[in-house]
């Protein structure tokens, strides 16, 4: 985010904070932030954007809208949304908060994993637009519009629930598809000669941070579990036909699912449309 | 594979053979064949390239062999090996025949989804090398060599066991992957907004032919059902420790996985290695 808002030229200097000395240091050296800094200036703030895992947002909110001033815009970039929201509901400044999930992304981490344009035509949900300050409001969206996102609204239990089935399933789906074929395989690294893309797509997101992710599924555990539920028992059924050898069955099983291509092809980063 | 034929220039014709018309006709249109042709040619062939669903390559080879001259190399592209090697045993051409499994691909069928140079840097892995004619295996390894390929030896139950966990598995989690989300989301098909990079990299395989995968997984059915109960009792597993609440548990899961990282690296695909 911070290289688009240098990348737009918008005015400004970009103030990094991280607990990780080395990250910041890394940042500094890839002009990705101005200044390195500290809670002591977030009073100078406009707009501070809270980028860390959902553990430390929960438990830092408070603490940085303490610290900011009456004119300044908090969003935040979690994967989760209703504890976040939960936590901030009876601040003083929860008029300056705005909850934000732009869904977008790789599985890295650090400074080094920035890109650029990361935004374009990706969608960034809000949650209770209604509960931040209304000229607050329309500076973090003109700032997302300037960084050419989509905007969706949804309240925060809706974003949890079905954030569950496009984006925490798939991650776990992944690191245990990892897991099931680095245990059977671990003495025979030769294997991954066999390997083609097909077995790296699905298991991409198995690279993903421990650290980030671990708190996403603990504060949305219950759906999660529900999630997790579905997709063992359509496994075991599609184990079962296998199992009864009920070919046409697993045709069709698979026939059914092929809409995904539709459905893919609808999704905002692959429609051709404009953005904004 | 047509396409690189004619890509390298090779001497020759490119004879097209399909149940499928259109397809036909299309592969024509396209320049990927040069005629139309039918069985009644076959034995005017010096290599034959079977590339049908496995079925049907168990279904035609035998028939294929018998119609070839002498001094023919025919060689199959399927996903599973122990079956076809063992329904040619006892052929009396099995010394035209080599088994062949390029682990190259899209989840795309048909002539217009044919990629140039797709096989440059990929592992071709070849059963039962022994069993055919030493010209002949001379004959398709050239040709393996020209595409860029990397060869590897293996017996067909090895090849069967260990690509059902780099291949097979992971298009059987893509396809419940993509059943669980469909069938939960239905009725709100603007959920798929929500649906980032991650989702669609863990369900692309979901779009695959299922006329394509419902006999390798007939095939291989013994070793499909062991990787599918190890990869289940691995998500029960994780749903466990999500429902214990033991966080810790979880991220050591995680990060176990995460070695994902190097392995993916040393496959060949990413290695940065000559081929060949």
Known sequence: MAKDIKRLGLEGKIFGIDANASHLEEALALNIIDVKSSYADLHLADIVVVSTPVDVLVAELSNILDAISDDCVVFDVGSTKAMVCKIVEDHPKRRNFLACHPIA????????????????????IICEIEKTAFKLQERALELFQQMGMRIRYMNPEAHDKHIAYVSHLSH????????????????????????????????????????MWTPIFEQNRNNVVKTLNEYIQNLQEFKQLLEDGDYEGIYNEMNDTNKIKEILKGMPQNKKELTG
Do not use: C, H, Q
């Open 105 to 124: 992304g790789t599985e890295f981490s650090g400074p080094s994993a920035a890109i650029d344009e990361l935004y374009v035509g990706k969608t960034n």
């Open 172 to 211: 776990i789906s992944s690191f245990m598809l990892g897991k099931t074929v680095i245990d059977k395989e671990k003495n025979e690294r030769d294997i991954f000669d066999m390997a083609g893309s097909g077995f790296e797509s699905t298991v991409r997101l198995a690279k993903s941070s421990p650290a």
